[in-house]
């Protein structure tokens, strides 16, 4: 699993599923450092990034360092955490950005 200076990454490989990244992506959120999982947007018909993580302040400044736009901070729920989990979304650009970052190629389909 890469890390990205304290930034916790799910790998999204093969051997790995969506609902596997989601819980990787989430633990590292409820620990206090980003989380992230990929997803595809169905609208948009194009991959997207969801960052998560308890520590608000800890995800915008990551977004920010990395040039990621930030729009919505959306608040989610977990059963995990008595604290909220923010959620990020970073699409087209942003979306690239943040597999670069994470040092990941884009899988075939």
Do not use: C, N
């Not at 890469?2 to 969506?18: M, N, Q, R, T, W």
Request: no cysteine.
């Amino acid at each position: 699993m890469p890390h990205v200076g304290d930034v916790l990454a799910s790998d999204p490989v093969e051997d790995i599923d969506k609902i596997g990244e989601y819980r990787l992506a989430m633990d590292a959120a409820i620990a206090g450092k980003v989380g992230f999982f990929s997803d595809f947007d169905r609208k948009r018909q194009e991959e997207v990034w969801r960052l998560l993580s308890a520590d608000r302040d800890r995800l915008l400044t990551w977004a920010r360092r990395h040039h990621i736009t930030i729009g919505r901070l959306e608040v989610r729920k977990s059963l995990k955490s008595p604290k909220p989990v923010y959620e990020l979304i970073a699409i087209g650009d942003d979306a690239r950005t943040v597999r670069q970052v994470l040092g990941i190629e884009r899988q075939a389909r």
